[in-house]
C-alpha cells in the first residue's frame, strides 16, 4: 500500500528495461561507444571510488537525520526527508564527484593517442560525444542512488511512510542539472590532454556553480543579480 501508483512504476520499470536492452543489444554507434565506455569506467576503479564514496557519505547524511527526528533532538519540519538530499554532505560530494566522473572522458584518449584512432573508425564526432556524455550521466545517476534507497529503511522497519512522489519529481530535476554537470565535465575534458587539469576546470565550475546560491541570498547584491543567480543556481533548481 505505500506504493500508491502501481501503473508509473511499472511504466518506469519497463522504459528502463527497455533502454537497457536496446543498449546491450543494438548496433548503433552511440550504443556500441556506450558499452565501450561504460565498460572502461566499471573495469576501473573510478566509479567503485565515486560510489563508494556516495555509499559512505549517503549514510553519514541518513545517521545526522534520524537524529534529527529521534527525541529529544526531533526538531525538524515538513519536508523533513530534504535534509537527506539539500545539506552540505551531498553538495559537498557532488562538486568532487562530478570532475572525478569527467576528467578522463576525452583528456585521456587525448593523451593515449586512442581518440586519432577512434576517430578513423566509422563513426562521426557527434556519436562519440553523445555516447561519452551518456556514460557519464548514467554513471551519475547510479552514484546518487544510494541516497535514495536508504531511505525506505524508514517504512520497511515500521516508522511512519514519507511521501516518496516529491522525490520522484527532485529525480527529474536531479537528471537535467547532472546533465549540466556532465556536459560542462566533458568540455573541459576536450580542452587539456591533462586529467588533473580537466579536474580542476570541472571542480573551479562546480564551485562558481554552487557560489550561485549564496548571491542570490546577500541582500547587498543587486536585485537583477540576484534573480539572474537563482536562475542559474542548481540548487534552487533543488
Not at 94 to 108: A, G, Y
Request: net charge negative; hydrophobic share 60%.
Amino acid at each position: 500500500a505505500y506504493f500508491v501508483s502501481f501503473g508509473l512504476i511499472l511504466v518506469v520499470a519497463a522504459l528502463f528495461y527497455v533502454a537497457a536492452g536496446a543498449v546491450m543489444a543494438l548496433d548503433w554507434p552511440v550504443f556500441v561507444l556506450l558499452r565501450r565506455d561504460l565498460g572502461s569506467f566499471f573495469f576501473s576503479p573510478v566509479a567503485y571510488m565515486a560510489l563508494f564514496a556516495f555509499c559512505f557519505f549517503a549514510w553519514v547524511s541518513y545517521s545526522l537525520l534520524l537524529t534529527q527526528l529521534t527525541p529529544p533532538n526531533a526538531t525538524m519540519t515538513e519536508p523533513i526527508i530534504t535534509g537527506q538530499f539539500f545539506d552540505y554532505i551531498p553538495v559537498f560530494v557532488l562538486i568532487f564527484v562530478v570532475p572525478i566522473l569527467t576528467m578522463r572522458l576525452l583528456s585521456e584518449e587525448a593523451r593515449t593517442g586512442t581518440l586519432e584512432v577512434l576517430f578513423t573508425a566509422p563513426v562521426d564526432e557527434g556519436a562519440v560525444v553523445l555516447a561519452k556524455f551518456l556514460c557519464a550521466l548514467l554513471t551519475f545517476l547510479i552514484v546518487w542512488l544510494p541516497f535514495g534507497l536508504i531511505l525506505l529503511t524508514i517504512p520497511l522497519l515500521g516508522g511512519d511512510p514519507f511521501d516518496y512522489r516529491p522525490l520522484l519529481a527532485y529525480s527529474v530535476g536531479l537528471t537535467v542539472t547532472g546533465a549540466a554537470f556532465m556536459s560542462m565535465g566533458l568540455f573541459c575534458s576536450s580542452l587539456t590532454q591533462n586529467q588533473i587539469g580537466s579536474g580542476l576546470l570541472t571542480f573551479v565550475g562546480m564551485l562558481l556553480w554552487t557560489v550561485l546560491w549564496w548571491v542570490a541570498r546577500i541582500p547587498e547584491v543587486p536585485e537583477w543579480a540576484r534573480e539572474l543567480s537563482k536562475h542559474m543556481s542548481y540548487l534552487h533548481v533543488w
